[in-house]
């Protein structure tokens, strides 16, 4: 069939297609016709849609799922933001990772950073009022060196939970908590009115052995006192008990006593960093609770000192220096403490325009005890026995304590013969008589001597002196003086010639005297074995052994003689020395 002809033939079975024609109604025999087409509706979609419904489907549960899943979010407020990073750094709880660090900005004082968090779901719980965040570093210091895993992994955020209500802003803290809450004891509070060289995480001892750490420290309220927070272990923390007494070893204790030197410190990291020990005498009192405040004392001396609740006060007017005499200086009685002094001030009487230095000392009753070795029952028999002992004689004198140091005392002590000399001046507290101290009575003894001296005509008497001493000079340099000497010295020479002629002559002498006594000793043992044909009473026998005793007596006279001529013949020239 060709395509191009002009009257094709028509399809044997082509469909009819009803339409509108021309106007005239007739169908031109050159437009084509075409089957009338009819088209129907599909009752069910096509399963390609779905493909997007089950996507649709699939991303709500996956949504669903990522945020019921979704951890809660926290901010931590920091100081600084050194080792974090965001999308980085985690946050962990026992080296557990429990969140990650999604944000970080400065705060709207640009005083702090504000960490943004988000923890695992099952943290919720544990997110409360006690919950406590830290940044891990590497931290090196005398007493402990931590975080050094840091060094490789890098900072991370730890958490440890806590109790309360439920909350999701936090304050980071600016160190790493010294003891953690799961670690069994008890704490405590010390007040100390210095610091010294304690701080965090010194340790604390009991008999030279580690029981716990200092966890920090605060002033008080007034300002006035320090207050430290320590953590004593289990199960150590039985041993702190009403009586125990805290004291610090920091450093080196020197003390000098009668038996000398003696120094006491508790290791060497208490040297270098300071350290805190404790002490129970009694231990059958109750345990402390937790949370019960002791005093710190500053070294054993001051924690051994008895402490006395019951104290006298009377105060004191010197009229010489009190310079080396502080606060806490001693009050003794002969040597004895029986107190000490509370304050030392400067007042200005208006009335007489004058100065006046009062000196204020509590006495200690409790120290002194009665002969029964009892304590002072009450204050008024204490106050009566004190003003007794005024009454005979008492008296206050400021004493030197210690030479190298200057530092002064109090002393008490009976002066029978000393005035009562008291000071015209009002006072809340009781008087008591003072007397100079030894040093200022010396001084005015030494300023009455100069006194005097001033008063001595000291021109006349160098005067006087000078023409003494030329005199002198004159008559030594005379031609009198060599001739005495020459003289003197022929003199000398003669008396050492006689001296040893003397000498040879005295050794013959003593010889000859030596044997005169020994042949009158012989004759008298003749004589007295002659007696024996006398009877025992009879009178020639009587005289003759009298006469026998006389001649015995001195021969030894003589023998006593010539033995101290052979060692002294100059005796016999300058006669028996002294």
Known sequence: MNPHS????????????????????????AQPSFAEVAISGRRMPSIVWLIPFVAILIGGWLTYQTITEKGPTITLTLKNADGLEAGKTRVKYKSVDVGLVEAIEISDDLQHVIVTAVLDKDATPHLTDGTRFWVVRPQFSLTRVSGLDTLISGAYIAVEPGEGAPRRAFTGLDVPPVVRRNVPGNKYVLTAGELGSVGPGSPIYYRQMRVGEVLGYELTDDDQTIELHVFVESPHHRLVRDGTRFYSVSGIDVAMGADGMTVRTASLAAIIAGGIAFDTPDHAAPGAPDGTVFALHPNRKAADAPVFTEQLPYVLYFEDSVRGLQVGAPVEFRGIRVGEVTDVRLEFDTANSALRIPVTIAIEPGRVPDIDGNRQSTIEEARAAIQALVDQGMRAQLETGNLISGARLIALDLHPDAPLRLADVGSPHTQLPTIDSNLSALSHSASRVLAKLGDLPLDQLVTELTSTMQGINALVRGPQVPAAIESANQTLASFGRLARNVNSQVKPLATSVGETSDAANATLRQMRESLGAFAQ?????????????????????????????ER???????????
């Open 6 to 29: 002009p009257n094709p033939p028509a399809a044997p079975d082509a469909p009819t297609i009803h339409g509108e024609g021309p106007p005239d109604g007739n169908v031109s025999a």
């Open 537 to 565: 009473g009879a009178p020639m026998r009587i005289e003759t052994l009298q006469m026998l005793e006389e001649g015995a007596a001195a021969a030894r006279s003589i023998r006593i003689l010539a033995d101290y001529l």
């Open 568 to 578: 002294h013949p100059e005796a016999l020239i300058s006669g028996k020395g002294g």
